[in-house]
């Protein structure tokens, strides 16, 4: 069984940064595009980043492309979302996700078979 467990949120000034790591165990996850997505009470689950098993391409959200980037290291089967310059809006639940390479560089949740619990992330202004 696949489990995906996401570290790194916290509470953060507005402009501060902080990293997520997405740590995948239970089979190996290299050829599979690992995403992130966020839930707030307002907006409901919106997608953020997703990257290839490879590593070589990413997608990004308009609201975070300049400011977030996307990583993994399959070696270690990590996952990682580097945030930078943080605003309030960023305030979410964060979750990972991993979809099977048959869907390309998902952007949309159906196509991601496995989820981690989240980790919540806080931006104070």
């Known amino acids: 069984q696949v489990q995906l467990v996401e570290s790194g949120g916290g509470l953060v000034q507005a402009g501060g940064s902080l990293r997520l790591s997405c740590a995948a165990s239970g089979r190996t996850l290299s050829s599979y595009a690992m995403g992130w997505f966020r839930r707030t009470p307002g907006k409901g689950r919106e997608f953020v980043s997703t990257?290839?098993?490879?590593?070589?391409?990413?997608v990004y959200a308009d609201s975070v492309k300049g400011r977030f980037t996307i990583s993994r290291d399959n070696a270690e089967t990590t996952a990682y979302l580097q945030m930078n310059n943080l605003k309030p809006d960023d305030t979410a639940f964060y979750y990972c996700?991993?979809?099977?390479?048959?869907?390309?560089?998902?952007?949309?949740?159906?196509?991601?078979?496995?989820w981690g619990r989240g980790t919540q992330v806080t931006v104070s202004s």
């Open positions: 996700a991993a979809a099977p390479a048959r869907y390309g560089l998902p952007t949309s949740s159906w196509a991601y078979d496995y």
């Open positions: 990257i290839s098993g490879s590593g070589s391409s990413t």
